[in-house]
């Protein structure tokens, strides 16, 4: 049965609309949030207010560029969670409204099965079973993916997320929000190995990046006493050492993964997964252990609709709709 799919993406600080016809992505319009970042992170009220100015706006745009009118969608897609309580209610209610107006079925998507379905957009595709690191602003995951609808978290973190750690690390060097994707331009400069910072020793698949955040403190607390220009002059070297630091972590948990399972089919996916330093180390460790790895294109790493619709195609095919009852679930969990 063909499909055509409207997708929309509300969980956090990006309002996105994507159109998806038989699993081909034809539209992806991302509106990003400029707002949050002289307050050092995201704002939920904030975020809700702007994603309610951009939805109707984006989602014309979305439907624009896929040529499509809104009476020949088949479906209506939406982020049910996880993020934040304001703005998933904001993408949730104009799905909702919309899919009544036009007398259509929704899907419900999970935010985090989506981030590792946008592999499938495009080739080359993972094969089942694989392993996914899934990577953002507010998760660490290592995920056992069975199939494109069955998946099992085998390892997380037990504190803050890896983009987190990014995030909170350059904040303390002085770096305007959200500071990841700096960190992985000054540190492209720099020597991973000029700084080292303590690694954590949590047990299993799971990861720990509090320690790391807290000696990342001390450490620009003690040097800046002795030279206040400490930050300034070492930027470069900083960021290198401090990304090297987080993607060791990442990449030994990973190994360990695919080393107690037994798969070499390994994908990273989420906002992280953009870093280039991440991008590079997994590579290289794919070639000694002969792996086949899977990153996705830039604009499917951070937060974007077209993976919602991905998602959504594949519920549709397996007839999984919900009713227009559903409400948003910020905690919702793989
Ligand atoms: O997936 P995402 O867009 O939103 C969430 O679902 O959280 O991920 C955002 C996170 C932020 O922490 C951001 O700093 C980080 O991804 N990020 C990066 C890079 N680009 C985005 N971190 C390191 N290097 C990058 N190039
Ligand atoms: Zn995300």
């Not at 499909?3 to 990003?32: F, M, P, Q, R």
């Not at 996880?82 to 036009?102: E, N, T, Y």
């Not at 870093?275 to 499917?300: D, H, M, V």
Request: proline residues 4%; contains cysteine; hydrophobic residues 40%.
């Amino acid at each position: 049965m063909s499909s055509k799919i409207l997708a929309i993406e509300s969980s956090c600080d990006e309002t996105s609309a994507s159109v998806i016809s038989n699993g081909k992505i034809l539209s992806n319009i991302v509106a990003n949030q400029e707002i949050h970042s002289k307050y050092g992170g995201v704002i939920p009220e904030l975020a809700s207010r702007a994603h309610q100015q951009n939805i109707v706006l984006v989602t014309k745009i979305a439907l624009e560029k896929a040529n499509i009118n809104k009476k020949q969608l088949n479906a209506l897609a939406f982020t049910r969670g996880p993020g934040l309580l304001g703005p998933l209610l904001v993408g949730i209610s104009f799905s909702k409204a919309m899919a009544l107006s036009l007398n259509i079925p929704l899907i419900d998507v999970n935010h985090m099965q989506a981030h590792i379905l946008a592999h499938f957009i495009d080739d080359p595709k993972p094969n089942f079973p694989f392993l996914c690191l899934t990577v953002s602003g507010g998760h660490t995951q290592i995920v056992l993916v069975k199939s494109a609808l069955q998946m099992e978290v085998i390892g997380e973190t037990q504190d803050d997320a890896a983009g987190e750690a990014f995030d909170k690390a350059a904040k303390l060097m002085g770096l305007p929000y959200p500071g990841g994707h700096l960190i992985d331009k000054y540190g492209q400069e720099g020597n991973p190995l000029a700084f080292k910072f303590p690694e954590s020793a949590m047990q299993g698949l799971n990861f720990s990046f509090s320690g790391f955040k807290t000696s990342v403190l001390y450490f620009l607390r003690d040097e800046t006493e002795k030279n206040p220009n400490f930050v300034r002059d070492n930027l470069q070297d900083l960021c290198a050492s401090v990304q090297h630091a987080i993607v060791g972590m990442l990449l030994a948990k990973l190994k360990r993964a695919s080393r107690e399972t037994g798969i070499n089919e390994i994908a990273i996916a989420g906002g992280v997964s953009a870093n280039s330093y991440l991008r590079k180390r997994l590579q290289e460790a794919g070639e000694k252990l002969r792996w086949n790895t899977y990153i996705p294109q830039f604009e499917y790493c951070t937060d974007n609709a077209a993976m919602i619709a991905m998602a959504a195609h594949f519920k549709f095919e397996a007839g999984e709709f919900c009713g227009h009852e559903v409400g948003p679930l910020p905690r919702l969990a793989i």
